[in-house]
């Protein structure tokens, strides 16, 4: 399992840091988001949407995908979604490398 960082308070590490160990929060208890392609519009009201503290949500052309390390599981996503595409992703499965150049290069790193 990726190392995983907490401030001392038990708050969740900087996003910066979840980028760089590629892990997901510890203290985070709801499972992260995704998105269902096939029902997907990509009108980016989740991307533009998503907390910037999470930052989870990536426009990547042909679709839009949620980084689960980076999602806590908060609602925003869902309450602005015009056609109702994003579920719980209780069984998630960790990023690949590929994703986190891509969220490397569009987020600074």
């Not at 995704?34 to 910037?52: A, L």
């Not at 869902?78 to 490398?97: F, H, K, N, R, S």
Request: contains cysteine; hydrophobic residues 35%.
């Amino acid at each position: 399992m990726p190392w995983k960082k907490e401030t001392p308070a038990g708050r969740p590490a900087a996003r910066s840091t979840r980028i760089e160990s590629r892990s997901r929060s510890e203290v985070w208890r709801k499972p992260p988001r995704r998105i269902e392609p096939s029902e997907c519009i990509q009108c980016d009201m989740c991307v533009r949407n998503c907390p910037p503290e999470f930052g989870a949500i990536f426009d990547r052309g042909l679709d839009v995908v949620i980084v689960p390390e980076l999602c806590s599981g908060c609602p925003v996503c869902v309450l602005v979604c015009p056609v109702d595409c994003i579920y719980v992703d209780a069984e998630w499965a960790p990023t690949g490398g590929v994703m986190w150049n891509h969220v490397a290069l569009t987020a600074g790193g």
